[in-house]
């Protein structure tokens, strides 16, 4: 039952009906009075705080125009809903990461953290490129750019995918404002009468699979250490239509799983047999640990039977403000990307485009992704070490590249309870529940190691080895602290 306490200050010039209204206001917003709970009487208020009761009157008849209290008549005042769009409990953690996972703050070790700290943004860099383009261009710059993207950017992106054997015309690439934006035109592209039916692994990115949520019908399947269950997979495409599969298949989030050349091609098969395509997002494997980086989904592809729609972010790689990602779009289905694109908006940011460019032609961006595959690997090297002394978890798969550790806490543990534990220590990490398109597996955790410093991840390591320690069994799911 929610506590309810209203307090006021006769000596403040501020009214008593005002005071009661952003007293119970606060309380409800905050959630220390839950939906439902019943407030007390007018009466009750008036006598406990020696007030006339159209005072109370007054600050209840507020909080009913604000929607925040319902009279039945009989019975009293109750606290509404006041949104009906509601948020899982399980994703509440992924909202918090926003707020301190996305962000450096003090005496807190962030294994949450999807993106580089800021740290390694090339902020020098950046600045003397947006000199040279504004010098360059001018005002003009700054007007709507071509829908599809600046020209000559794709222009020189198709020329660098081809180092990588993804052959691609400037006109089969889009640029987006970012991945999810991307994702969104995916959506619209394959919506029709009925939802579109989508395929995605279990566990998934999280914002993937939020953005799909609601407009396509899901379908999953468990992910293992070298891709699906293909034999799997064809059986579900034998009883039903699929309009694409969305997959990262170099160091998967959260998993680290990079797909074997023999499940890739037998993808790229069941994607020809069946007639569904196949979207790649490739935010990772510019990350590789080790000497060869992994080849694309995409380099696979089969010219003028393409079945991959590849999208790749330059968010992570130089700095999420950027906000630049590109999709290579087979030729049948350009047309209707850049009217969705229109609709969604009329231009990505024309300067960051340029700055792009220059990043590329200048060499910068190469320079750069050295420096950050040589910091990670060294951060991803000490974090398995790490892991594999600390009993009670265990490491599901042993990435080479990505952000991403996966971890199987001991069954006893659950992750969301784990997640909290860890939050009051001054460890921030992700719950596996968040991962998966219902809520099971919750004793696995995802474990991000490239915010931390070298110091921060063996103090962070030691405070969650401590937190597994106090973790007492009540029953096969529960912790107790």
């Known amino acids: 039952m929610s506590k309810i306490n209203i307090y006021i200050d006769k ?70 809903q006041i949104c009906e769009f509601e948020i899982e409990q399980k994703e509440i953690p992924l909202i918090e990461s926003f707020k301190y996972g996305q962000n450096q703050i003090i005496e807190r070790i962030n294994f949450s953290n999807g993106t580089p700290s800021s740290k390694y943004f090339p902020i020098e860099d950046y600045k003397m490129f947006f000199d040279e383009v504004i010098r360059e261009y001018g005002g003009e710059i700054f007007q709507y750019q071509n829908v599809q993207g600046v020209d000559s950017l794709r222009y020189l992106l198709s020329e660098e995918f081809e180092k990588e054997d993804i052959f691609v015309k400037k006109e089969n690439i889009q640029i987006t404002s970012g991945t999810q934006q991307a994702l969104d035109i995916v959506i619209k592209l394959f919506s029709k009468e009925t939802k579109p039916t989508v395929v995605l692994s279990d566990p998934t990115y999280p914002n993937a699979l939020n953005i799909f949520k609601g407009w396509c019908n899901i379908k999953s399947l468990d992910i293992k250490e070298d891709g699906w269950d293909l034999k799997e997979f064809e059986e579900i495409l034998k009883e039903e239509k699929i309009d694409f599969v969305y997959e990262c298949i170099n160091f998967q989030n959260p998993t680290g799983v990079t797909w074997s050349l023999e499940k890739r091609e037998q ?77 969604l908006d009329t231009t990505t940011s024309g300067i960051n485009q340029k700055i792009l460019e220059k990043f590329i032609v200048k060499n910068k961006l190469h320079e750069h992704l050295s420096l950050l595959r040589k910091e990670f690997g060294k951060k991803q090297k000490l974090c398995l070490k790490l892991l594999k002394k600390i009993q009670g ?88 602290y």
């Open 267 to 343: 993808l790229l098969q069941l994607a020809e047999k069946y007639g569904f395509y196949i979207v790649e997002d490739d935010s990772f494997s510019d990350f590789y640990y080790t000497e060869t980086k992994p080849k694309t989904l995409k380099s696979l592809d089969k010219l003028g039977q393409e079945k991959v729609i590849y999208v790749k972010t330059y968010s992570k790689i130089l700095m999420p403000g950027i906000g630049l990602a590109i999709m290579t779009v087979p030729e049948n289905l350009m047309q209707r990307v850049l009217l969705i694109k229109y609709g």
């Open 11 to 80: 000596n403040s010039k501020e009214s008593l009906y005002l005071q009661i209204y952003q007293c119970l206001k606060k309380q409800i917003l905050s959630g220390d009075i839950k939906v439902g709970a019943k407030l007390p009487s007018i009466r009750q208020v008036a006598i406990k705080l020696d007030i006339n009761q159209n005072t109370v009157i007054q600050s209840y008849n507020i909080l009913e125009k604000k929607g925040l209290i319902k009279k039945i008549s009989g019975k009293g005042c109750f606290v509404e």
């Open 393 to 480: 978890l265990s490491v599901m798969h042993k990435p080479n590249g990505g952000f991403f550790i996966w971890v199987k806490l001991s069954d006893n543990i659950d992750g969301e309870k784990f997640y909290l534990k860890c939050k009051e220590e001054g460890v921030a990490l992700l719950p596996g529940a968040l991962f998966y398109k219902d809520k099971r597996d919750v004793c696995k955790i995802r474990l991000s190691f490239i915010s931390p410093t070298l110091l921060e991840i063996e103090k962070g390591l030691e405070i969650l080895e401590k937190t597994l320690s106090l973790c007492k069994m009540e029953n096969s799911k529960k912790c107790s």
